[in-house]
């Protein structure tokens, strides 16, 4: 029997903080989801939510899913209605997907004192329901909500709705974690109960965490050692409060660590795309330490080893970052030595161990100005910089000499604030002046300094400053602290580069990062434009 | 037997992408972790990180621990070196800390490949290293680095590592999965047969954790949960790779769910203002979403059961927030905004409540600065400001009108970088000018208000600027982005207060925090200088 990947991004994912999807992202993150090979993809509350009644009526048309099978979500019908009559579960089937997830109250206390009916109208709703549903051709899925916490206070009752439910043909009973406050072996130990006194088999059930504990993963991977082959999570753990069970995760460690088939051949490889897009969509930086897909999660840092993620990368990696998209990186730190720095090099093509003496050179220099507070971690551009100003006949050349800048904020009396800067260059021989505005200091240096250069460096115009990070070292000496600024430039091929300044002034700072995002480019860029 | 709540925020938890401390940092981390209650805290390498040498120099006057003790980290001696001779033990003992962490490698393969020596050599590395700091007084830490990997690929040699260590008189032999490719259950079952194997109780063992599967947490209860007493962690997880297990979640779970008394008595209401602090200091912005201690950790987005949450809030919080030092936060409504303003103003001693008027202006003028990216979060004293404004004749009074301010950065010829700024204000009916140089910007803007108040308010004499923060929103467009400042102010008094300023133009924004920074300080001290 095949494992059950059950996606709900658009749904309950969707009640993080911040999100708000329009129709059109919803669509985007479906087909992104089902690119990944997820089985069933919820897509929202057709009847209680407009936009998502809209999504779904779009999807029939618009959706061409590989892999995944469209499921709507609702709850079982209102108590004392006939369920025949309620328009929720009309709209439910108005939808017209091949599933329905429906959720029903399994803790006899949120029976009693939220919805404020009795434990055996609760039983009748979700009997009814399943019921209708199934005889109108669905696949029902069943989320017994406060599964964990009901089953504690009074398993008797908790343990009626699973029966009442699979009695009445839900494909598949999901033992809801929403509240989020369970241990893998308290998780364990539910199931073991549950089965025991239901005597069914784990497999007629579905695992849903949140993570409230840290540990709506483990959670998962705990119910399906258990027997549970179908398990509810969102891509990145999008989700009310800390999240839900992170998708990704879970599949990677269910096929990577337990060897278990839950996702279609060749699927895996794209985690990361997926999950960058789908954060992109939902307009949420990517988690850089997230498991699996953060740019950080196979980045190594620690000089000590880095001589020997040399000789034997898969002794210092979990797994192969191959596997789910991810690539391997080397930072460049105070705490890196020699090897690394080699070793980094090698990777932006450059041969310093080949050449003991620039190497030398270079790591001297890196020491020395990471001690000073600059950091080539997130400076890629910077740092190939630094290593090619050692090669010999490597130097990237400079694209002009600064003679002078001058940058004046003035906050004027009827309130208007205005950024001016003025460079003063040698380029190619001859002396420029430019001058040129902007919304702040910086961005008038830089207008300033592509006025001045654009008639020499015409690629010039193709770059964009894309981000500017600014961090304040040893914060705690007031303004008078350090600077660290970091800029990330693309051009019009869509190549970014980011480069690094510090300095005490924060203009100046900006100045060098600024500067060596022009060197960087123009010499990457040699008159092809 | 007590548990052992081991930090390495300040060695493991530094090798986090982006975290560089100073020594001050360093200091202060321990103060906040030593308040949170933790039995140990892992300061650094001595020898081989200056920083970490200047640090436990440092240490032994400025922190003053009432529930840790203090531990130096270290590898075991070099191969072929004598263990007295070896300088990285000598500087370990320099650091004359009680307790002392050793790192040995446990992983065969480590051993031969990356250390190039023989199993039996590095038997001779840890039996030496240990005895050796053990009799010169030393309570002895030993760090298993690669424990599961190792005991997975050949368990005779990496059991072979413990054994000596214990022999030799360690305290503890900690477990680590550095590659953190493990789950739970496989964590139990290696802890299981290593005992086994060795006839010694997990008592006697530790567990290191990173979260590469995103089971750093997990991983770390089930350890305990078979018998280990001493478990390592970093606040919020920080950590190398998708980070070391969350401290917070970790001891949270075992003393919440587990009911094992880890911390010292009332210490985990500390739990989120640690937290917090912490990654100030780290400069790394909070995971609002982080189990326990995020800011969205008991948000619950109203409507369908805000009625229900209002009347039993246990039912739909997995834990009482306040007993980790949180709060429950209800989302959306124009409501919950209101009242959580008058809750925040009755923490500052003005009754909102009673003017319901001022409490509708205050909560409309909040709403529309937080949707420009201003966050009084972090900035008590500009929302005090804020809220006096609308109180009758509770308004602070402006020390001072701005005509026009005007800041000058030059890069000159000869290489030197001066910042000049000129105020022009109306001060008790006077006109000033003011100029004055700074290292930067904003700390000459600082000065020039500085000169022209002082005649009049000579309190500002004692304000100290002790912090500046910088943070750019929505930074994917250039240094066109939005600028938020956090400006944290002293006085001789030592009381500190911050203010928050928020612009396209960090000058600006810069400005405003400093001039609701002195506002505030000359409202609250009134001429008693």
Known sequence: MTYQVFDTTLRDGAQREGISYSVVDKLAVARLLDEFGVGFIEGGWPGAMPKDTEFFRRARTELDLKHAVLVAFGSTRKAGLDVAADPQLRALLDAETPAVCLVAKSDIRHVERALRTTGDENLAMVRDSVTHLVAEGRRVFLDCEHFFDGFRYDSAYTSAVVETALAAGAERVVMCD???????????????????????????????????????????????????????????????????????????????????????????????????????????????????????????????????????????????????????????????????????????????????????????????????????????????????????????????????????????????????????????????????????????????????????????RGFELADYKVRILEGSHGTGAITRVLVETTDSAGRDWTTVGVHPNVVEASWHALVDALTYGVARTPAEV
Chains 1, 2 share one sequence.
């Open 178 to 460: 929403t509240n989020g406050g369970m241990l893998p072996s308290q998780v364990t130990a539910a199931i073991s109960a549950l089965t025991e006194r239901l005597g069914v088999s784990p497999d007629r059930l579905g695992i849903h965490t949140q993570n409230d504990t840290g540990c709506a993963v483990a959670n998962t991977i705990a119910a399906v050692e258990a027997g549970v082959r179908h398990f509810q999570g969102t891509a990145n753990g999008y989700g009310e409060r800390p999240g839900n069970a992170d998708l990704f995760a879970v599949v990677a460690n269910l096929q990577l660590k337990l060897g278990l088939p839950v996702l279609p051949d060749g699927c895996l490889t794209q985690m990361v795309r997926v999950s960058h897009a789908i954060a992109e969509i939902a307009n949420i930086a990517p988690d850089t330490h997230q498991a699996y897909v953060g740019a950080a999660a196979f980045a190594h840092k620690a000089g000590l080893h880095a001589s020997a993620i040399k000789v034997d990368p898969l002794l210092y990696n979990h797994v192969d970052p191959a596997v789910v998209g991810n690539d391997m990186r080397i930072l460049v730190t105070e705490m890196a030595g020699r090897a690394s720095i080699e070793l980094k090099s090698r990777e932006l093509g450059l041969d310093l161990a080949g050449h003991p003496d620039a190497a030398t050179r270079v790591t001297k220099r890196v020491k020395e100005l990471e001690a000073g507070g600059w950091s080539f971690e997130a400076a890629d551009a910077s740092f190939e910089l630094l290593v090619r100003s050692e090669l010999p006949g490597m130097g990237a050349a400079r694209p002009f000499a600064l003679e002078s800048y001058r940058v004046l904020v003035e906050h004027r009396e009827d309130g208007a604030v205005v950024s001016e800067a003025t460079v003063k260059l040698r380029v190619r021989g001859e002396r420029v002046i430019a001058t040129a505005e902007g919304n702040g200091p910086i961005n008038a240096l830089d207008e300033a300094l592509r006025v001045g250069l654009l008639r020499h460096y015409p690629e010039l």
